[in-house]
């Protein structure tokens, strides 16, 4: 599924013009990217939880050519999905 497919889905439940359910579905996700940015974690109730996570530099090791590299440290995203989502997954 992609973005337009999400506003499309939008469109249709709950009736708004194409433009406005446009800018609900990016309002959205711009709020989710603004808060995550600022190193907050997201919970959405019935879905789950996205949280940054910091990684540590590391030693790290070239597939190709076997050469040890560094592996600088850097932020990654996490999600944990819900009872509910996993419970509705699974049936």
């Known amino acids: ?3 337009i497919d999400i506003i499309q889905n939008v ?10 359910s446009a800018r609900i579905v990016e309002s959205v996700f711009d709020t ?3 808060s995550l940015a600022n190193g907050e974690k997201i919970k959405i109730s019935g879905f789950g939880n996205f949280v940054v996570k910091d ?3 590391r030693r790290g090791r070239n597939p190709q050519t076997g050469d040890e ?3 600088s440290a850097r932020k ?3 999600f944990k999905s819900s ?3 996993r419970k509705a997954l699974n049936e």
């Open 1 to 3: 599924m992609t973005k």
């Open 11 to 20: 469109y249709e439940k709950l009736g708004f013009s194409k433009k406005d």
């Open 32 to 34: 989710i990217k603004d």
């Open 55 to 57: 990684k540590k530099s």
């Open 69 to 71: 590299i560094a592996i």
């Open 76 to 78: 990654v995203l996490t």
């Open 83 to 85: 009872q509910v989502l």
